[in-house]
């Protein structure tokens, strides 16, 4: 798996890269918009790290160049710009996902695995044949061997590393599957793709579900996924259930919020 990461900011460039790298994953790194650009022209990634304040050419338009020469690997923004304009703007221009920083390490983890799940790679795809659906796992970065110099995998504490579907650990409720090793959210057995800010909502409310969670609660983790970005705990669980129904998600007066077990 080769993850290209365009960030001009080194602190975050070098987090972000070193974390990566320990996850076993092959990361290329560049500070320049146009450095990148020319990068994604010639070079083949599984995903794409992006940056949008960036020197010699801005990411969003870095983006639009790369969708319309035909790039096809999924896209994470890691931005600043909590603005909604901003994020619409930049899912438009065919990004996957949006990371608003400052954004935690696990959760950046947690999206790449889903985002890679989700594109598997293709020749990877095309093995599976006889129309069975191949383990999510043939597309781990843990199934390859590690590349020379880097430690041996900590299988172990390696999401990837285990077992899939049937064993898979998880928290089912009302047609939703969640897994908190990858992140994944399934709902009605297809994959659901949220937000950071429903995420953190959505994870909240299902550790585990029925449990009430208070407002306050909930607001102090959004501010922590986006700190820019105004609006309460009431416009996500709105936006959450025009996604899994009005019902799923109950409001307790007083107290808070919860998933509707039954
Ligand atoms: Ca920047």
Not at 36 to 46: E, I, N, P, S
Not at 178 to 184: A, H, I, K, S, V
Request: contains cysteine; glycine residues 10%.
């Amino acid at each position: 798996m080769r993850i290209l990461l365009v960030e001009d900011d080194p602190m975050i460039g070098e987090s972000v890269c070193d974390g990566l790298r320990a996850e076993r994953y092959a990361v290329d790194w560049v500070r320049d918009g146009k450095v990148a650009d020319a990068t994604l022209a010639r070079q083949v990634y599984d995903l794409v790290l992006l940056d949008l304040g960036l020197p010699g050419m801005d990411g969003m338009d870095l983006l639009a160049a790369y969708r319309k020469r035909g790039g096809v690997a999924p896209v994470l923004v890691l931005t600043a710009r909590g603005e909604r304009a901003d994020r619409i703007r930049g899912l438009d221009s065919g990004a996957d996902d949006y990371l608003v920083k400052p954004f935690d390490l696990d959760e950046m983890y947690a999206r790449v695995r889903a985002l890679l799940r989700r594109h598997p790679v293709p020749q990877v795809v095309a093995a599976s044949a006889a129309g069975v659906p191949r383990p999510i796992l043939a597309a781990s970065p843990h199934a390859q061997a590690p590349a020379a110099g880097l430690p041996r995998p900590n299988l172990a504490a390696s999401p990837r590393a285990q077992a899939p579907a049937a064993g898979a650990p998880g928290i089912s409720c009302r047609g939703l599957v969640f897994n908190p090793l990858t992140g994944e959210i399934t709902f009605k057995g297809s994959p659901l793709r949220l937000n950071g800010r429903e995420y953190a909502v959505m994870r909240a409310l299902l550790d585990p579900p029925g449990v009430v969670v208070s407002r306050e609660r909930l607001e102090a983790l959004l501010v922590k996924v986006d700190p820019a970005a105004s609006g309460s705990a009431d416009r996500e669980v709105f936006m959450l259930r025009n996604k899994f129904g009005n019902d799923f998600i109950r409001n307790v007066s007083g107290a808070g919020y919860m998933i509707a077990t039954e």
